[in-house]
């Protein structure tokens, strides 16, 4: 079965990193966008980084544009966000996310695919 799982949130110091990994099964990553969203309390889900298929191109959310770094190891089917400079506004649920076109890389896809989140918590 296609499955996204997603793994290593938790608790970060303001300042601090995390690395969040999704091991994708059931699909091939390499014939996928991936993307991070992520919903904090009370608030819109919102999409956070996007890569294609390649690795080629990249489209980041303006509030972690500098800080956040999506990558993806198509050999190991997973997909990475390392997460820098954390603050209280990154505290969320953050979901990883397959979409299988991207026709306006300014944007978010619409995807097809999702994981069950793992929580990030940033707090002193």
């Known amino acids: 079965q296609l499955q996204l799982v997603e793994s290593g949130g938790g608790l970060a110091q303001p300042g601090g990193s995390l690395r969040l990994s999704c091991a994708a099964s059931?699909?091939?990553?390499?014939?996928?966008?991936m993307c991070w969203f992520r919903q904090a309390p009370g608030k819109e889900r919102e999409g956070v980084a996007c890569i294609n298929s390649s690795g080629g191109s990249t489209h980041y959310a303006d509030s972690v544009k500098g800080r956040f770094t999506i990558s993806r190891d198509n050999a190991k089917n997973t997909l990475y966000l390392q997460m820098n400079s954390l603050g209280a506004e990154d505290t969320a649920i953050y979901y990883c996310s397959a979409a299988m076109g991207w026709a306006d890389y300014s944007d978010f896809p619409e995807e097809d695919y999702w994981g069950q989140g793992t929580q990030v918590t940033v707090s002193s």
């Open positions: 059931g699909l091939a990553l390499v014939d996928y966008i």
